[in-house]
């Protein structure tokens, strides 16, 4: 009584989607508790949302040149669009603003082709970008040779300065993170490790305003009469080795995720040390903390507007040094909602980057 | 205790250990192993679990240390040079239980990454390589594929050909197949049975014993880190000296 094997033919899968009516019963109405909050949640909308809505855009006023422009009750955005120039250069001479412009477009224009699946050269590309660029882009900031202006490192300010006191410490504290991270786990070379668990556990057991302060403060004091070198180039420096201790443990977390056999299997081959990591273990690494470390860019973004306690002005600094202007009185709101927007919209920017990252670095199921 | 293997006479030593002992803290893995393992020799190397086979296995492509005692591998000696210990691992391929197969990296890229870095072949010539030793193993069409979409003993398969694209002079399996299904072992044991008729040197820890009996040289039996018995496979299975041995295999053979 031998029967043969016929398979069953292959069938679509059932109809997934059901009506709107059933899904608002099934994951809105489910249960008391949940219909108690649905209503609840509606009502909060209901009542906060359309005031809201009123204020920011309906009752606004857009133009003008002055306060007085501002008297339909609403936001007065003309407050922002006067000082928008501010905000965003800060005290960057007018008619050099063409410079910080250059930079901007520059970094967007190559960074697009990064995105696109058929170009070639994107580590020489990403290489040039976070190695070459930024001396590029300092020469251009600061000027004073190749026949541009100087333009000291005391009048940049607003989003810019936000921009560069982020981009700086996120792209210089990667690597340094990465050498803290391995020297952290050498378990061979006792004197490395101790060293860096000591530096790891100096920096994150500091605030970063302490850091802030001690670096513009205390510094000047340790260093030789006449000695003073830029207050920038200082916070950078404190904000960088702060940020590289996060970021070493973050990295970290992803050494200890990978299988033993990784290591073993590199090994096995002759990769050597250098070539194991490069090439293994800190591709996957990486790969795994990307939502650790944008976290950690997304909080360093945000923590630089702590610079205002050295005096420097970034985003959130001009805003608050344009609010005593008496030609602009009552205008706090709409400074703060402007500074906040700007923050969201970049850390969310990052947040989906990063998002998008993981999709793309996805390959199937570990083993 | 060094057998007088007969195949392959008289030709070049490819592996010698002589007087090989390691512990763990405190703990004796490895007593007094000595082997001597000749050019195309297929030896296999079976014990009960923590016997230390694969203890005594990755010993000789420094995986683990030894502290005493000596080993040799294609004339030059582990020590703790670090540039011994990189030729070594150049000429030693190694398969392992659980693949390890570098998920981030295409089948294709699992293969070539080591000719590129290590033996700086160039690209082109590597990935020729790859896929004739993929071909090899029967899976070419799965070049383009990552680890992860592969089955058990593709993904097995895969290893055996990364390995061979280095061009080993030895190869060492570490129980191949005992994470995989039975339909899998199949496909992986007939590869390494070709890869033994191609002349390799292997050395094999498997519980795997038609395997032994039709391919290996040479029947090391390890007890409690030490080498009980080591005979060619006929004289192993029908006439096992030590009772130790015979034990085991009355265990492995009647279950
Ligand atoms: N890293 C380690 N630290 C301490 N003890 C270890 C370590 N690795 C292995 N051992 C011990 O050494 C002994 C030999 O281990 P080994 O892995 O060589 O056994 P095995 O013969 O390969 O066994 P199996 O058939 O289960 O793979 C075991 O008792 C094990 O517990
Ligand atoms: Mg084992």
């Given at each position: 009584m031998a029967h043969n094997f016929v398979p069953l033919p292959d069938q679509p899968p059932p109809p997934?989607?059901?009506?709107?009516?059933?899904?608002?019963?099934?994951?809105?109405?489910?249960?008391?508790?949940?219909?108690?909050?649905?209503?609840?949640?509606?009502?909060?909308?209901?009542?906060?949302?359309?005031?809201?809505?009123?204020?920011?855009?309906?009752?606004?006023?857009?133009?003008?040149?002055?306060?007085?422009?501002?008297?339909?009750?609403?936001?007065?955005?003309?407050?922002?669009?006067?000082?928008?120039?501010?905000?965003?250069?800060?005290?960057?001479?007018?008619?050099?603003?063409?410079?910080?412009d250059a930079i901007f477009i520059g970094l967007f224009l190559l960074t697009a082709p990064l995105f696109f699946k058929s170009f070639k050269y994107k580590v020489w590309l990403g290489g040039f970008i976070i190695f070459i660029y930024p001396i590029i882009g300092f020469i251009l900031m600061r000027?004073?040779?190749?026949?541009?202006?100087?333009?000291?490192?005391?009048?940049?300010?607003?989003?810019?300065?936000?921009?560069?006191?982020?981009?700086?410490?996120?792209?210089?504290?990667?690597?340094?993170?990465?050498?803290?991270?391995?020297?952290?786990?050498?378990?061979?070379?006792?004197?490395?490790?101790?060293?860096?668990?000591?530096?790891?556990?100096?920096?994150?057991?500091?605030?970063?305003?302490?850091?802030?302060f001690m670096s513009s403060v205390m510094l000047p004091l340790f260093l030789p009469e006449g000695v003073n070198f830029d207050k920038l180039l200082r916070a950078l420096i404190g904000i960088t080795l702060f940020q590289s201790a996060y970021m070493a443990e973050v990295i970290r977390g992803g050494l200890q995720a990978i299988p033993k056999g990784q290591y073993e299997a590199a090994d096995a081959l002759g990769l050597g040390y250098w070539r194991k990591y490069g090439l293994i273990i800190l591709p996957q690494a990486l790969k795994i903390v990307i939502p650790g470390i944008v976290n950690t860019f997304i909080a360093l973004f945000k923590d630089t507007t702590l610079v205002i306690i050295v005096g420097l002005l970034e985003l959130l600094g001009m805003v608050k040094a344009s609010l005593g202007d008496p030609a602009w009185p009552d205008v706090s709101r709409e400074g703060y909602v402007f500074a906040a927007f700007m923050f969201w919209i970049c850390c969310f920017s990052m947040s989906r980057y990063s998002q998008w990252l993981e999709r793309k670095l996805h390959t199937g199921h570990k083993r | 205790m060094t057998a007088?293997?007969?195949?392959?006479?008289?030709?070049?030593?490819?592996?010698?250990?002589?007087?090989?002992?390691?512990?763990?803290?405190?703990?004796?893995?490895?007593?007094d192993i000595n082997l001597e393992v000749r050019k195309g020799e297929r030896i296999v190397v079976c014990g009960p679990s923590g016997s230390g086979k694969s203890?005594?296995?990755?010993?000789?492509?420094?995986?683990?240390?030894?502290?005493?005692?000596?080993?040799?591998?294609?004339?030059?000696?582990?020590?703790?040079?670090?540039?011994?210990?990189?030729?070594?691992?150049?000429?030693?391929?190694?398969?392992?239980?659980?693949?390890?197969?570098?998920?981030?990296?295409?089948?294709?890229?699992?293969?070539?990454?080591?000719?590129?870095w290590v033996r700086k072949t160039p690209r082109k010539e590597a990935e020729q390589t790859a896929m004739m030793y993929l071909e090899k193993v029967k899976i070419p069409d799965q070049a383009k594929k990552y680890p992860g979409q592969l089955s058990g003993g593709q993904q097995q398969r895969v290893a055996i050909a990364r390995s061979l694209c280095m061009n080993p002079r030895i190869m060492l399996f570490d129980e191949p197949t005992s994470a995989l299904d039975p339909e899998m072992i199949k496909e992986v044991?007939?590869?390494?049975?070709?890869?033994?008729?191609?002349?390799?040197?292997?050395?094999?820890?498997?519980?795997?014993?038609?395997?032994?009996?039709?391919?290996?040289?040479?029947?090391?039996?390890?007890?409690?880190?030490?080498?009980?018995?080591?005979?060619?496979?006929?004289?192993?299975?029908?006439?096992?000296?030590?009772?130790?041995?015979?034990?085991?295999?009355?265990?492995?053979?009647?279950?």
């Open positions: 997934a989607s059901v009506g709107t009516v059933a899904w608002i019963r099934a994951n809105l109405f489910s249960g008391w508790v949940n219909s108690v909050l649905t209503v609840l949640a509606v009502y909060v909308l209901v009542t906060a949302l359309p005031p809201l809505i009123n204020w920011m855009f309906i009752s606004a006023d857009w133009v003008g040149t002055g306060r007085e422009a501002c008297d339909s009750g609403g936001a007065c955005w003309v407050f922002v669009a006067n000082r928008i120039d501010i905000f965003i250069y800060g005290f960057y001479p007018n008619d050099q603003i063409w410079r910080v000027g004073g040779m190749f026949g541009l202006s100087g333009v000291e490192t005391a009048k940049w300010g607003g989003f810019t300065l936000t921009l560069l006191l982020a981009g700086v410490g996120c792209i210089a504290a990667l690597p340094l993170g990465v050498v803290l991270a391995l020297g952290r786990q050498a378990g061979n070379m006792p004197i490395v490790k101790s060293m860096c668990v000591l530096f790891i556990e100096f920096w994150r057991g500091v605030p970063l305003i302490t850091v802030l | 007088n293997a007969q195949p392959a006479p008289k030709s070049e030593v490819m592996i010698e250990l002589v007087g090989v002992n390691k512990w763990y803290d405190k703990f004796h893995v490895l007593k203890t005594m296995i990755r010993c000789i492509n420094r995986l683990e240390e030894h502290q005493k005692g000596q080993i040799v591998v294609d004339g030059i000696e582990l020590t703790n040079d670090l540039r011994n210990i990189e030729t070594i691992r150049k000429e030693v391929g190694m398969v392992f239980q659980h693949f390890n197969l570098f998920p981030h990296l295409t089948v294709l890229e699992n293969c070539v990454l080591a000719p590129m044991l007939d590869t390494m049975i070709s890869l033994a008729e191609s002349g390799m040197t292997m050395m094999c820890v498997t519980h795997e014993m038609g395997f032994a009996k039709t391919v290996a040289d040479k029947v090391i039996f390890m007890d409690r880190g030490q080498i009980v018995e080591s005979n060619p496979p006929h004289e192993f299975f029908n006439n096992p000296q030590n009772e130790r041995t015979q034990l085991f295999l009355s265990q492995i053979l009647n279950h």
